[in-house]
């Protein structure tokens, strides 16, 4: 027993040996020179320091990184005035992840990451000046799976991609000028793909060619171009296809035959779209859908039959549409759990409307002109536990109009059957509540005189997100050219700042009676009822998202470089009144620096 324990022993000091050698050869930690300068941070890992630099010193400091070997996990240069990536830039130095955004790069040398081929994972250039994608500088990166060259210049493209095989698994080339692709632009890497993003360029088709037997592609992200309709055979062989976002185009038709008989797609973002009809979506080509957002179209009905074959759909989104009528049983047999039907122009609600939607928890019909409810309408559905019908036209309810489980919670503010003298905001269960917090501003306009039912509502999209904003959520310590200045190496994140909620529950007045006698009152559970009136998140805020997430025949880096810059300066900047002139050659400025009593060099990194 005791032999064995002392090899357990000298086995583990081994081990501990071996890492500590093996950290010490490759010079893995934050160097003692970065502790006395406000250009970078330095956060050390096992795997490698974190180096963030911002402001135009940040090449500096990458010049003294390079002067022996290092591991880094990552390194980010931002905001330096950086106009060219030279040959060998990151000679020395194996780095994991290099982030290059926010500062004027409109060159990178083939060569430019010589040396980082079986180390650079994750690169990223976004808010640049590129012009096209760097096809020979990105071919020898064998190891490199996700890049990112959003908002910048890159125009149609016309010849492959990429020249040889990389197992690219993200590739974010949204934000750009992108007006067509070449059919073989990604043939290097379709079977690698998993998640393309093309958002808010100017395609005006699907690039069905280009994608097809991209056989690991997983999402297809289009939002925010200039598509009209989903062609036959545009999005067939991507069996591993999972999720579409193709909001904000001007898409009216998905033809039959636009996907593949055995796909898998389950979320579909067809929002903000020119959507007239249901029936034009082709919604029975997508039969293992789960969640559907049609929202923000121009659709007035919904027809019987058009979602039976959805066995799996959950969420439906239909909000600001123009929609009138619904067919009865429009939603039976499929398992429905989200209804989302606000700002329409429905005006009644059926008894039969929500026939064998068994399954719904939340439904909202807020914003439409409803006038009647009719009695029994949601009492079949025992799972049914947040109803809106806020900001309708409800003047009085008949008894059972609103009867459901005693875990219901219907919201019924902003009608005007809250201006009567029995009139209640929310009903829980079979209770009914008066909230005096409530404004009751239709009370304060002629809503007995408002016989006009207003359709399509006049209500805008979202609309598109600024394409190329800065976040300012990073440090921008700079520190002016010739000045140095010393403090101390930031090691440490601050701590996030405690939202304190202070809630106080509104008060319930007394009983009255009126029309609404039938109903019981009690004292409501405000911390449930708002719990349960709170919209749903996002089904896949994972993703996007992430999201909310997420790139010639000679290629164009080869013939703007005709030799390798000279090694024997590490950087090589311009004057001001040169940068000045330079900045007028292009009408796409991204944050183009205030001039200030600092000096604006532009940068060029090199050996």
């Given amino acids: 027993m005791w032999p064995s324990n002392k090899l357990m022993l000298l086995k583990f000091i081994f081990v501990i040996l071996c890492i500590t050698i093996h950290l010490s050869s490759i010079n893995g930690i934050c160097p003692d020179f970065m502790k006395n300068q406000t250009v970078c941070t330095c956060t050390n890992f096992i795997d490698g320091p974190i180096i963030k630099c911002f402001g135009p010193e940040g090449p500096t400091i990458v010049d003294k990184l390079k002067k022996k070997p290092m591991e880094i996990r990552e390194l980010a240069i931002e905001k330096a005035n950086i ?30 990451f010589k040396g980082l081929e079986n180390a650079l994972v994750d690169l990223s250039i976004n808010m640049n000046k ?16 996700i890049l990112s060259i959003r908002c910048n210049m890159i125009s149609d493209i016309k010849d492959i991609a990429f020249k040889s095989k990389l197992n690219l698994i993200d590739l974010n080339l949204s934000c750009n000028q992108i007006c067509s692709i070449h059919d073989d632009a990604f043939v290097n890497i379709k079977h690698s793909i998993q ?27 289009m939002k925010y171009n200039n598509i009209k309709k989903i062609e036959e055979g545009d999005l067939t062989d991507l069996q591993s296809l999972n999720i579409i976002t193709a909001t904000g185009n001007k898409i009216e038709l998905i033809e039959q035959g636009a996907v593949g008989k055995n796909n898998s797609i389950k979320y579909i973002y067809l929002g903000d ?24 179209n121009k659709i007035t009905e919904v027809p019987a039959n058009v979602f039976t074959q959805l066995e799996h759909l959950q969420h439906l989104n239909l909000e600001a549409n123009a929609i009138r009528d619904i067919s009865n049983g429009a939603f039976d047999g499929i398992p429905l759990l989200l209804l989302w039907l606000p700002h329409n122009c429905l005006s009644m609600i059926s008894a039969s409307m929500f026939k064998g939607a ?12 409803i006038h009647i409810v009719q009695p029994l309408s949601f009492a079949h559905l025992a799972n049914l536990h947040t109803l809106d019908l806020s900001f309708n036209k409800i003047k009085n309810l008949q008894p059972g109009a609103i009867d459901g489980s005693d875990y219901l919670t219907v919201r019924l503010q902003e009608n005007p059957m809250v201006c009567s003298q029995d009139g209640f905001h929310v009903m829980n269960g079979h209770d009914a509540i ?96 708002w719990r349960l009136s709170k919209r749903p998140t996002e089904p896949l805020s994972g993703m996007t998202k992430s999201t909310e997430t997420t790139p010639e025949p000679k290629s164009v880096d080869e013939e ?4 390798v810059p000279g090694e024997h300066n590490e950087l090589k900047s311009t004057s001001l009144a040169d940068t000045k002139r330079k900045s007028d050659d292009s009408n796409f400025n991204l944050d183009a620096p205030v001039a200030t009593i600092e000096k604006d060099a532009h940068v060029a990194l090199t050996a």
Avoid: W
């Fill in 273 to 296: 779209n020119a959507f007239t009809k249901l029936e034009n979506c082709n919604l029975s080509n997508f039969k293992e859908v789960e969640v559907i957002d049609l929202s923000y």
């Fill in 130 to 145: 590129l012009s096209y994608i760097p096809t020979s500088a990105l071919e020898h990166l064998k190891v490199l799976s």
């Fill in 434 to 529: 008066n909230l005096t917090t409530e404004p009751n501003n239709i009370c304060k306009t002629e809503y007995n005189h408002d016989f006009i039912d207003i359709c399509p509502k006049k209500i805008s999209a979202p609309g598109t997100q600024p394409c190329c904003t800065q976040k300012v959520s990073k440090p921008t310590t700079t520190t002016p050219i010739p000045i140095k200045k010393k403090t101390k190496l930031i090691l440490s994140t601050p701590k996030p700042k405690v939202k304190i909620l202070d809630m106080h529950p509104p008060q319930v007045v007394p009983d009255s009676a009126g029309s609404n006698m039938h109903i019981k009152r009690r004292k409501f559970n405000m911390e449930r009822f």
């Fill in 83 to 112: 106009i060219e990536i030279g040959a060998r830039a990151f000679k020395n130095l194996k780095i994991k992840k290099l982030v290059l955004d926010n500062n004027k790069i409109k060159l990178i040398h083939p060569d430019a």
């Fill in 195 to 221: 998640n393309l993003v093309l958002d808010q360029n100017c395609l005006k088709k699907v690039p069905g060619k280009s994608i097809n037997n991209m056989t690991n592609l997983i999402g297809l992200h």
């Fill in 358 to 369: 068994l399954f719904l928890r939340q439904v909202s019909l807020a914003h439409n002109n």
């Fill in 560 to 563: 703007k470089f005709g030799s």
